[in-house]
């Protein structure tokens, strides 16, 4: 039976039954990219047939989704701050809760004319690449390690801001002959090691390297201010995303680095997210 009602609410079981919460969201979204048959359509027409190309395509589509495989992966993209990123196995998916890093860098770098800006860790660029959207007269630096991840991020800024320039690099290892930053954002890697495999099933397919922040989960964090806070300018802005418990010890590891108004910003969740510090001295042009 090829009518669309039919197959759909097979699908919809199937990954009920897989432990899929919103199955039959994620149902009409695979139909909606591979198919083009949105959710309206479907509904308004549930004699539809579909082809027999069409079914074997999404039957694979929720096999693989079964399996566990992010859905993220199998749509090829997923949405942050308003905007489409390409997205695909190598590359960190969005996070909502990155959002507040942006927001949080937005505002800081109000009233600063054309500011220059790296994104450390930029996995598929949304944090480097949301903010050159959102302040078109900013310079944003993209530096990424993986070379699978830098493509899926040259893709994205070539899509939304091909002015954003790519360098890849180890952060940890180069500053890439960047300074005068006005602000350094990074989203690093910092699940603890052993932490790593009691993360839910879908995180498990994404790239260890986006997630593994060493033993204690803080390496990132004590090797990004020791290398970067020499590329900022004075009175610079460095501004990390952090895991729900980790506030209190990043806090002591950026003070003990010298930046200075450091403070903690939460999520919507009520969860600390993010970590903001100033390298000392004024910013030109403020006045104390
Ligand atoms: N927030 C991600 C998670 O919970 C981790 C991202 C990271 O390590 N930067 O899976």
């Known amino acids: 039976m090829n009518r669309l009602e039919n197959r759909f609410s097979t699908w919809r079981q199937r990954l009920n039954r897989a432990g899929i ?7 009409d979204l695979l139909l909606e990219t591979y198919c083009g048959i949105s959710k309206t359509m479907r509904l308004t027409h549930p004699d539809l047939l579909l082809t027999e190309d069409q079914i074997g395509q999404i039957q694979r589509l929720i096999a693989r989704r079964e399996a566990g495989e992010p859905l993220q992966y199998l749509l090829g993209c997923w949405f942050f701050y308003g905007r489409r990123f390409w997205v695909g196995p190598g590359v960190l998916i969005p996070r909502a809760d990155t959002e ?18 790296a994104d450390l860790c930029a996995g598929s660029g949304c944090v480097g ?4 959207c959102e302040r078109p007269d900013a310079q944003v630096f993209l530096l990424e390690v993986s070379s699978q991840a830098a493509a899926y991020c040259k893709k994205n800024k070539e899509e939304w801001a091909p002015r954003c320039q790519m360098i890849q690099a180890d952060v940890l290892c180069t500053t890439a002959g960047l300074e005068g930053l006005d602000a350094v954002l990074a989203n690093p890697p910092y699940i603890p090691t052993g932490d790593l495999t009691h993360l839910q099933q879908e995180v498990q397919w994404e790239p260890r390297l986006a997630l593994d922040g060493s033993e204690d989960g803080l390496s990132f964090y004590r090797q990004i201010p020791l290398l970067w806070n020499e590329a900022l300018k004075p009175g610079g802005l460095l501004a990390v ?19 200075v108004q450091v403070r903690t ?13 100033r390298t000392p001295g004024l910013a030109p042009g403020q006045i104390e």
């Open 21 to 27: 919460t919103n199955a039959a969201n994620e149902v």
């Open 100 to 117: 507040i890093l942006v927001e949080q860098a937005l505002a800081q770098l109000q009233g600063i004319p054309s500011p220059r800006v």
């Open 129 to 132: 690449i949301t903010v050159a």
């Open 241 to 259: 995303e952090i895991g729900f418990d980790q506030a209190q010890a990043v806090c002591a590891i950026f003070q003990s680095c010298g930046l």
């Open 265 to 277: 910003v939460q999520d919507y969740g009520g969860n600390d997210r993010v970590v903001l510090g």
